[in-house]
């Protein structure tokens, strides 16, 4: 049977039970209050489906499974959602706005601020809770640019720039864990190495090449391994930065030949949609859609602000 053919694809109140079992494992639990004991089903001829009373006498509001998540306030019936999540979840490279548009029968406007809102909900958020790497771990760094035109840009010193016009992303890599990427405004030692001190632990050994931005911050770390490009060097020994660059490789096709235009105040959740992929690269397809169906709750996406 395929994964699309379960119920929660296809019923909203099939779709509305399971993410209650993804949400409240133990039981529901109020969003306004956090009550979690005295939570009662609301009932009566008029009551929609999923709507439950809480019943803390300070509170006594009513919610359903969806206040305080991503989904509230939304009219798209939660089995799209679902068939819109299971989508953008199992394609490695993404699925375009304009193909969830046509497969789902909703607006192209639509389309687009439900594929940012399930961005949205991939992201880990602006801060880290755990740095990564550690004592013997090994962790990979790199920097790409996208977007824009190659054109020369004089500077004021006279020189002449070659990325002035391109968005500027660095990506960190653990071997065998977990990608970190950002979205930075230049490339400089500065920039590299804020991002490095404040995600890495520095007993974890730092693979990078060549670029001397990385040449003075690799000396906090237990080791720095360099390869050198430029010379057409890509592996020696243990030193290298293929895991990265594969992860590039993915992102660009997925950014360059299925999203195509994407402004740099956005590319940020692009880049979380990548990480979030490359981070559950061993669930399968529904597993990795029921962890961002988890993540939902306490974030709330407007359009205006989208």
Partial sequence: MSNLSAPYFHDRDAARAHLEKIRWPDGPVCPHCGEAE???????????????????????????VTVGTLFEGSHVPLNKWFQAAYLLCSSKKGMSSHQLHRILGVTYKTAWFMTHRLREAMKEGPIFKEPMGGEGVTVEADETYLGGKRR???????????????????????????ARSFVVKSVTSKTIRDVLVQNVRRESRLMTDEANFYRYVGKEFADHGRVHHAAHEYVRDDVHTNVVEGYFSIFKRGMRGVYQHCKERHLGRYLGE??????????????????ALGRIGGKRLMYRHS
């Fill in 152 to 178: 020369r840009v004089k500077r004021p010193d006279g020189k002449q720039h070659g990325m002035h016009t391109k968005m500027k992303v660095v990506t960190l890599v653990e071997r065998e864990g977990r």
């Fill in 274 to 291: 990548f990480d979030f992929r490359f981070n559950t690269r061993d669930f399968t397809d529904l597993a990795r859609t029921f962890e």
């Fill in 38 to 64: 005295r939570i009662y089903q609301a009932r009566g001829r008029n009551v929609r489906p999923g709507v439950k009373i809480c019943g803390n006498k300070n509170c006594r509001k009513q919610f359903t």
